[in-house]
């Protein structure tokens, strides 16, 4: 254990002359053969040379400081908590990341070019006698964690793009990387191509600021690479699932706050758990940028907030709700797949809507959470067929759940009139909102199915209902919709729309998720538009709402 202590320290040293001795117009070139020119001087322009950086394995935090003295090095900060290298430890070495306690220094360099730039120390303690010694002896041997890194300046979405694809032209593969939120920084990270000759095989683009929209294509790109290690994220992803419906079910995110760290003792004796288990939690959620964690404690980021219970726009039932019933159904989606049967059906004996409307408690929450997901209908309000109605018009929301999108709609048109069709049960939540929004004198609610589509509206709207249903099943609201319609009306229909070209979209998730628990599915557009003209309607205009929803503007056909 001494011996390979003191090779960690002769690599401190050496890392700390490289630094010294190296600057970005003569590192860029000995990294990416070939690079030079006009292409090599853009590159200087758009990135810094920073840090060469390491991965120790000191005997304890005492050993660490008394190796970087040896070196001239002086760290004047405490380590902060490394969420990139040790996931990736994780994943390479089959272990929790929880057990994995690496922190990152960043001992500053004096240069021979009076730059400022740093080594970067990650530092894993192994203690004699630790089970980590061979996670230890096995990164030592292969140094996976050893790179020299840029920084990028100007973090601009097109000068990032531009910086990977040059990478990537000259031979430097994708290599992984991540969003550390303690720091507030984006790391890319390239592997240099074979015929590289600075000693460093990896590089790595820092970019300060939350830049995860680019970093996914480009992890995209390394896990196609590794397909053995992308299998196992995805295979994990029901623990991302328990472990925000555990934190918000056990109240930890109501017990914590943005702007103060709490430390986990008073948190756990807040919320009535045990602390070392709710620490393990937390530093999973870390490593998701749920909460960060801070010298005193853990606090919550903007992510977090959105499960506190009273969040403006809290998700805390969508997390329940896809924590609880849900996921129970989930776990029958093969028996939906073979035969055709609905997997809620399959594990609860009856469908989800007569088995939520004989739980008042879980009705509450199946509304809740449909509300939640209500940033969707932010623009909806300003549709061009609600802004230019009538004075006095009526918009009938069927099928409204809790009155939230109609509530909205009312607010922002105080000229409109509203009237709320809904199962029995529901009605009665729909009328508390509509009260607690001072609009119970222009909304009228009914309780009825669909074939009580009141007649008489201007414009109608049909949100996330069809989705919950077979063809057959649309077509029949369809036509009890349009026998309701005067030859002036419009009908809106709020709806996650499949892709025609096969592209990423939440819609091709909660197609999966509506075909396991309602029997329901999503569309495409086309396919509604031919639901549409069987029910004697024609579509007319669709246009974007957030959360990849659409709203489709219907009329009567001719």
Not at 18 to 40: I, S
Not at 80 to 105: C, N, Q, T, W, Y
Not at 361 to 371: I, N, T, Y
Not at 547 to 557: E, F, K, T, W
């Amino acid at each position: 254990m001494i011996t390979a202590w003191s090779d960690d320290t002769s690599r401190l040293r050496a890392a700390a002359d490289f630094v010294k001795e190296q600057d970005t117009a003569t590192l860029l070139p000995l990294l990416l053969p070939g690079l030079d020119g006009p292409e090599l001087r853009a590159l200087v322009e758009c990135c810094d040379f920073s840090h060469a950086a390491l991965l120790l394995f000191p005997p304890d935090t005492a050993g660490l400081h008394t190796a970087l003295a040896d070196c001239g090095l002086v760290a004047d900060t405490p380590p902060r908590p490394s969420v990139v290298v040790r996931e990736r430890l994780a994943v390479r070495h089959k272990r929790s990341a929880a057990e994995l306690d690496v922190g990152i220094l960043r001992p500053a360099v004096e240069c021979r070019d009076a730059a400022r730039r740093s080594v970067e120390v990650f530092a894993l303690a192994v203690p004699p006698g630790s089970d980590l010694a061979a996670v230890a002896a096995h990164e030592r041997e292969h140094q996976h964690e050893a790179h020299v890194a840029f920084e990028v300046a100007a973090p601009d979405p097109l000068v990032l793009r531009g910086l990977c694809a040059a990478f990537t032209r000259y031979g430097a593969r994708p290599d992984g990387g991540g969003y550390n939120p303690h720091e507030n920084g984006t790391v890319f990270y390239f592997t240099a191509p074979a015929e590289a000759k600075a000693g460093y095989r990896r590089v790595e683009l820092y970019v300060p600021g939350d830049h995860r929209d680019i970093l996914a294509g480009h992890l995209d790109a390394h896990r196609a690479g590794q397909p053995a290690e992308s299998l196992l994220r995805l295979l994990t992803g029901a623990w991302t699932t328990q472990a925000l419906a555990a934190f918000a079910r056990l109240g930890v995110a109501d017990a914590m706050a943005v702007e103060r760290d709490v430390a986990v003792a008073e948190l756990a004796w807040d919320v009535g758990v045990l602390a070392p288990n709710l620490a393990t939690l937390l530093r999973y959620l870390a490593m998701l940028g749920v909460v960060r964690e801070g010298r005193d404690g853990f606090r919550l980021t903007g992510t977090g907030r959105l499960l506190r219970a009273d969040a403006e726009g809290s998700m805390r039932p969508l997390a329940l709700m896809y924590g609880g019933p849900f996921y129970e159904s989930f776990a029958g989606l093969d028996h939906t797949v073979r035969t055709g049967e609905v997997a809620f059906e399959e594990r609860f004996g009856e469908n989800h809507f007569d088995h939520f409307a004989r739980d008042p408690e879980l009705a509450g929450l199946f509304d809740r959470s449909m509300a939640a997901g209500s940033r969707m209908f932010d623009p909806l309000p300003t549709h061009p067929v609600l802004t230019a109605a009538a004075d006095g018009a009526t918009v009938v929301d069927v099928a409204g759940g809790n009155g939230e999108l109609l509530s909205r709609i009312l607010s922002a048109h105080p000229r409109l009139h509203g009237i709320l069709l809904e199962r029995p049960h529901t009605v009665e939540a729909a009328r508390a909102l509509l009260d607690a929004a001072g609009h119970t004198a222009r909304c009228a609610l009914r309780a009825g199915d669909f074939a009580d589509v009141p007649a008489g509206g201007d414009v109608y709207v049909l949100s996330r209902v069809l989705h919950d249903w077979d063809d057959d099943r649309c077509r029949e609201i369809l036509r009890h919709c349009a026998r309701a319609m005067s030859a002036g009306a419009d009908l809106l229909v709020v709806e996650r729309v499949l892709p025609d070209d096969g592209s990423a979209s939440l819609a091709t998730a909660w197609d999966l998720h509506m075909m396991c628990n309602v029997g329901g599915r999503e569309r495409r557009a086309g396919h509604y538009a031919r639901l549409f003209a069987d029910a004697g309607l024609t579509l007319v205009g669709r246009s974007a709402l957030p959360l990849d929803g659409s709203v489709l503007h219907v009329r009567r056909a001719g």
